[in-house]
C-alpha cells in the first residue's frame, strides 16, 4: 500500500489551521468578558477612593494621601494585603457553605454586567428579559450571605444572614414593580431598548420626570439591595459583631466588601440606564452615537462619548449614595421592614396601575 506523502501533509496543515482558528475564536469570545472584567475592578477601586475622600470632606478629616498620588492607591494596597492575610475556618462551621458563600455574592453580582449597555454599541449580551434577569441574577447574592452565616457556626453572623435575606424579599419586590412600569412605558425589557427609548425628546425624554415616583422607590430599594447606610442591617456593627463576615479573614473577607461596591456600581448603572438616558447626551433630537457612524474611526469614538457619559452619570448617582452612607442614621430592623412592606410596596404597585392605565389609554 503506498501512501501519499503530500496529501497527509495537506491534511494536517488543514488539521491545524482548523485547530488554529477554534483557538482564537475562543481567544476573541475572550476578550469582551476580560475587557468588561477590567474595567469593572477599575471602577470598583475608583468607588472606594471616591468614598474614603468623600467621608473625610464630610468628616473633616485628610483621607488617604501616602499610597499614590491622592491616595488613588489605598484600595489596591488593601486588596493585596488581604490576599497575603491567612484564612481562618471556624473549627465547627461547615467548612463548605463557609467558602462558598462570598464566591456565590460575588459571582452573582459579576454575571449582571452582561446586560449593560455601556454604549449604543458596547453591552455583551442584548438580551429581550434584560432588566428582569438582572434582578433574578442579583437575587442569588443573599443566598450566598446566608449560606455564609449558616456556614460559621456564630449566632451573630447567622443572625446577619438571616438578616440579608429578609431584607432583599422585601426590596425585591418594590424594585421589580418599578422596573415593570419602565418595561411597559418603552415597550420592551430590553436594556437597549430602554436607553433608545429615552432618545426622541433629549433631556425631557428621560423616564426621571415620566416616572418620578418610581424613581425614588427604585433608589430607596436600591440602597437597600446594597445593603448600605441607612440600610446596613445585615453587618450592624452595634448588634451584630460584623454580621454574616464575622468569622471571615484574608480574601475572602475582602470578597464581601467587592461584592458590595460590585453592587452599588450595577445599581448606578441601571438607575443610569432605566431613569437618566443611558449614554444619550441631554440635547433634544439628537442621537449621539449617530453622529458618527461614517467611518469606523467615528464609530469608536461615537463609543467611547457613550461610555464617557454613561460614567458620569453613573458617579453623579455614586456621590449621592456615599453621601447618604455618612448623613443618615441606620434604621431599626422593624422600621426596615414596615418601610418596604407597608410603604414602598403599596406605593410601587399604585405607580405600576398608574403605568398600565395611562398606557391603555394612549392606545
Not at 44 to 50: A, E, F, Q, S, Y
Not at 67 to 76: H, Y
Not at 145 to 153: H, I
Request: aromatic share 12%; proline share 4%; hydrophobic share 50%.
Amino acid at each position: 500500500m503506498i501512501i501519499d506523502t503530500t496529501a497527509v501533509q495537506d491534511m494536517n496543515s488543514f488539521s491545524g489551521l482548523q485547530s488554529l482558528k477554534e483557538v482564537y475564536g475562543i481567544i476573541w469570545m475572550l476578550v469582551p468578558i476580560l475587557s468588561l472584567v477590567l474595567g469593572i475592578t477599575l471602577g470598583v477601586l475608583v468607588i472606594v477612593w471616591l468614598e474614603r475622600e468623600i467621608s473625610a470632606g464630610i468628616q473633616q478629616r485628610i483621607g488617604p494621601e501616602y499610597a499614590g498620588p491622592m491616595g488613588i492607591l489605598q484600595a489596591l494596597a488593601d486588596g493585596i494585603k488581604l490576599i497575603f492575610k491567612e484564612n481562618l475556618l471556624p473549627s465547627r462551621g461547615d467548612t463548605r457553605l463557609f467558602s462558598i458563600g462570598p464566591s456565590i455574592a460575588v459571582i452573582s453580582i459579576l454575571l449582571s454586567y452582561s446586560v449593560i449597555p455601556f454604549s449604543s454599541h458596547l453591552v455583551l449580551s442584548d438580551l429581550n428579559i434584560g432588566v428582569f434577569l438582572w434582578i433574578a441574577v442579583s437575587s442569588i447574592a443573599p443566598i450566598g450571605l446566608l449560606m455564609s452565616g449558616y456556614g460559621s457556626n456564630n449566632k451573630y453572623s447567622f443572625l446577619g444572614g438571616l438578616r440579608a435575606a429578609a431584607q432583599s424579599i422585601s426590596y425585591e419586590i418594590p424594585l421589580t414593580l418599578c422596573v415593570l412600569s419602565i418595561s411597559l412605558l418603552s415597550n420592551s425589557s430590553s436594556t437597549v431598548d430602554i436607553v433608545e427609548a429615552q432618545s426622541k425628546y433629549g433631556l425631557w425624554g428621560w423616564n426621571l420626570w415620566r416616572q418620578p415616583i418610581g424613581f425614588l422607590v427604585f433608589l430607596i430599594s436600591s440602597l437597600a439591595e446594597c445593603e448600605r447606610l441607612p440600610f446596613d442591617l445585615p453587618e450592624a456593627e452595634e448588634e451584630l459583631v460584623a454580621g454574616y463576615q464575622t468569622e471571615y479573614s484574608g480574601i475572602k473577607f475582602g470578597l464581601f466588601y467587592v461584592a458590595s461596591y460590585l453592587n452599588l456600581l450595577v445599581s448606578s448603572l441601571f438607575v443610569t440606564v432605566l431613569y437618566l438616558g443611558g449614554w444619550n447626551i441631554s440635547i433634544s433630537y439628537i442621537f449621539v452615537p449617530g453622529l458618527f457612524e461614517i467611518t469606523k474611526v467615528g464609530r469608536v469614538f461615537g463609543t467611547t462619548i457613550g461610555i464617557f457619559i454613561t460614567l458620569a452619570k453613573t458617579y453623579l448617582f455614586l456621590f449621592i449614595s456615599i453621601t447618604t452612607r455618612w448623613t443618615l442614621p441606620r434604621l431599626r430592623m422593624d422600621q426596615l421592614l414596615n418601610l418596604g412592606w407597608k410603604f414602598l410596596l403599596p406605593i410601587s404597585l399604585g405607580n405600576l396601575l398608574l403605568t398600565t392605565s395611562s398606557q391603555l389609554l394612549s392606545l
